[in-house]
Nanobody, 120 residues
Framework: QVELVESGGGLVKPGGSLSLSCAAS????????MGWYRQAPGKERELVAR???????NYLDSVKGRFTISRDNAQNTVYLQMNSLKPEDTAVYYC??????????????WGQGTLVTVSS
C-alpha cells in the first residue's frame, strides 16, 4: 500500500506564486520518478513536470521558466514551485509516482488532487 499526500494549492492572482508538495508513504522500495499532472475543466490530463531519481526533469513547454520541480529523495517528497502564474494554469493538480514496492513489483500511484485557481 502506497499513498501520495498532496498539500498546497489554492487561489492566487495572475503573476503570483504557489507551491505544491507531495509526500509518498507506505511500502516503498525505490521511487523511479515523481511528477505533477494537471487537468483543467473540459480538458485532458497533461504532464506538467516530472523528475526521476537521477534528477532528470521534464516540463510542459508552457510552464518552462515559470515552474520548478524538485525532489527530496530521503523524504520521498516532490515539490512544485509555480511562479508567474497565469489564468490558464488553473486546474486540479495531481501528484504521480512510478515506484517499486520490492525488487520486482512496480506500480503507478496518484494523489487525490489539489485545486489551483489563478484569478483576479
Amino acid at each position: 500500500q502506497v499513498e501520495l499526500v498532496e498539500s498546497g494549492g489554492g487561489l492566487v492572482k495572475p503573476g503570483g506564486s504557489l507551491s505544491l508538495s507531495c509526500a509518498a508513504s507506505g511500502s516503498i522500495f525505490r521511487i523511479v520518478a515523481m511528477g505533477w499532472y494537471r487537468q483543467a475543466p473540459g480538458k485532458e490530463r497533461e504532464l506538467v513536470a516530472r523528475i526521476t531519481g537521477g534528477s532528470i526533469v521534464n516540463y510542459l513547454d508552457s510552464v518552462k521558466g515559470r515552474f520548478t520541480i524538485s525532489r527530496d529523495n530521503a523524504q520521498n517528497t516532490v515539490y512544485l514551485q509555480m511562479n508567474s502564474l497565469k489564468p490558464e494554469d488553473t486546474a486540479v493538480y495531481y501528484c504521480n509516482s512510478y515506484l517499486y514496492t520490492d525488487y520486482k513489483s512496480h506500480l503507478e500511484v496518484w494523489g487525490q488532487g489539489t485545486l489551483v485557481t489563478v484569478s483576479s
